[in-house]
T-cell receptor, first 111, second 118 residues
C-alpha cells in the first residue's frame, strides 16, 4: 500500500525567501507525481505534474523534482510571497489510477 | 479547459437525514470520477472510484451502503450520504479524469462540499 509523507508539516518563512517542501513515497511504481495547493476551506489547485519518466517540471517560481528510485519529490518555491501561504499537497498516481495524497505542508509567508 | 463543479458547496443537516452531493464535469466527458474525504487538518483519502454505467469500487473501510455513488452519465456523479451522523461531517471532494493512458491521466478536482451533520 502506497504511503506518502510530507516534511515539514508546517513552515513559516519571511517574504522573499526561497524554500523547499519535501515529499516521500514508499512505492516507486508510480505513473506520475503531482503537487497541489489548497487554500483554507477550498478545493485543490494543481501546480505541477511530473511524469514518472521526467526529472523535473517548472512553472514560474515553482520547480518540482522527482527521484523515483529513492521515492522522493521536492517542490522549490523561489522568492516566496504572502500569497503563497496555503497548504501544499503532493500526490502519487499509482496502479488503478489511484491517487495517494501526502499529509500536507502548511506554509505561511510573513511580511 | 477541464472544469469540475460540485453542488452544494456547503450543507448542514440533522442527524439521520440523507444528503446528496453532485459532481459535474462541465467541459469534458469523464469516464471515471473519484470521491475523496478530508477531515480537518488531514489529507485527502480516496473513498471510491466510479465508472460511468457501472458500480463504484469502494476503498477498504468505506461502507458502500452508507455512501451511495451513482455515475449515471459521462458528466455527472452523485454521492449520497445516507442516514448521516456527526462523524460523517467532513469535506468531500470529487475529481474527474479524462480518457487516456494512465501515464498521462490527470484528475481534475471539484471545489469540494463541506458537510456538517448536527
Amino acid at each position: 500500500k502506497q504511503e506518502v509523507t510530507q516534511i515539514p508539516a508546517a513552515l513559516s518563512v519571511p517574504e522573499g525567501e526561497n524554500l523547499v517542501l519535501n515529499c516521500s513515497f514508499t512505492d516507486s511504481a508510480i505513473y506520475n507525481l503531482q503537487w497541489f495547493r489548497q487554500d483554507p476551506g477550498k478545493g485543490l489547485t494543481s501546480l505541477l505534474l511530473i511524469q514518472s519518466s521526467q526529472r523535473e517540471q517548472t512553472s514560474g517560481r515553482l520547480n518540482a523534482s522527482l527521484d523515483k528510485s529513492s521515492g522522493r519529490s521536492t517542490l522549490y518555491i523561489a522568492a516566496s510571497q504572502p500569497g503563497d501561504s496555503a497548504t501544499y499537497l503532493c500526490a502519487a498516481l499509482g496502479t488503478a489510477s489511484k491517487l495517494t495524497f501526502g499529509t500536507g505542508t502548511r506554509l505561511q509567508v510573513t511580511l | 479547459g477541464a472544469v469540475v463543479s460540485q453542488h452544494p458547496s456547503r450543507v448542514i443537516c440533522k442527524s439521520g437525514t440523507s444528503v446528496k452531493i453532485e459532481c459535474r464535469s462541465l467541459d469534458f466527458q469523464a469516464t471515471t470520477m473519484f470521491w475523496y474525504r478530508q477531515f480537518p487538518k488531514q489529507s485527502l483519502m480516496l473513498m471510491a472510484t466510479s465508472n460511468e454505467g457501472s458500480k463504484a469500487t469502494y476503498e477498504q473501510g468505506v461502507e458502500k451502503d452508507k455512501f451511495l455513488i451513482n455515475h449515471a452519465s459521462l458528466t455527472l456523479s452523485t454521492l449520497t450520504v445516507t442516514s448521516a451522523h456527526p462523524e460523517d461531517s467532513s469535506f468531500y471532494i470529487c475529481s474527474a479524469s479524462k480518457p487516456g493512458t494512465p501515464m498521462k491521466e490527470t484528475q481534475y478536482f471539484g471545489p469540494g462540499t463541506r458537510l456538517l451533520v448536527l
